[in-house]
């Protein structure tokens, strides 16, 4: 009887340890998808900038 209930804890932390395991992964994969998106929405924010740069200097005569 006792064994069994020492098996059972044992099984029963094992789930626990992968399952802490399996949610530090999925955090650590969530927080490099924000990056990357963050990322991106920067790079496209600069290209946006680069274009609006670029038509006021043709505005200006500056390809003249």
């Known amino acids: 009887q006792i064994a069994q209930v020492r098996a059972e ?3 029963r932390r094992q789930a626990l340890v992968e399952a ?15 990056e990357a998106a963050a ?5 496209l924010e600069a290209k946006e900038f680069d274009e609006i740069a670029l038509i006021g200097y043709r505005r ?3 390809d003249a």
Do not use: F
């Open 39 to 43: 990322a991106e929405e920067s790079r």
């Open 60 to 62: 200006s005569g500056g």
């Open 9 to 11: 804890i044992e099984r």
């Open 20 to 34: 802490d395991r399996n949610v530090r992964v999925l955090e650590k994969l969530r927080e490099r998808q924000l």
